[in-house]
């Protein structure tokens, strides 16, 4: 007699889960676009420049005193010429900064290499440093990630090769000097009896600052 076969038991076949998604995620090169091009950032470092540059020159002499041939003489000594310049200084401080600016833009101007290293380097400046977020992904590039202070320290050694090592920092020096020299020639030679400082302008020079430090210690959220 045979034997009886087993009884077939019931069986679920349990189908295979689907393998999930890897989490997607922004590359440190993204991410470090995403936030280094704010808009809103940008507006703002923009808008805190434009108010500096507004408070710097609302400073400024008229440029008729500045220009007055009347007022103009040779000293008679060096100690004459010291005293001129050091009380021009003071009443044209603002003027004489927009010359020595001017000096410097002109000499760019008439260098575009010179003038292109420097836009580089100060949109690096902008976009690794200054407008950063504080929460911002740290810099990666050629497969690692930069802290801060290693980004720092990269921006300082690249300023100082383009500011030392090339042409630029020559240019710089002597579009620097030249306006140094058109500024002491004419504090030199104008004659400051006719020019007064109120006490108003006396507090604000030696009180209120350096309009250009205060930016930059603002914009950098006290990182310098």
Known sequence: MAAASPPLLPTTVVPAA????????LSSADAAADATTNPAAIRAFLSRLLDSTRRALSGARPWSELADRSALSRPDTLAEATSRLRKNLAYFRVNYAAVAALCLAASLLAHPFSLAALLALLAAWCLLYVLRPADAPPVAAFGRTFSDREVLGGLVAASAFVVFLTSVGSLIFSALALGAAVVCAHGACRVPEDLFLDEADQAAGGAAGNPLL????SATGGRV
């Not at 689907?18 to 995620?25: E, F, G, N, Q």
């Not at 205060?214 to 210690?217: G, N, R, T, V």
């Open 18 to 25: 689907a393998p999930s998604p890897a989490p997607t995620s």
């Open 214 to 217: 205060s930016f930059i210690a």
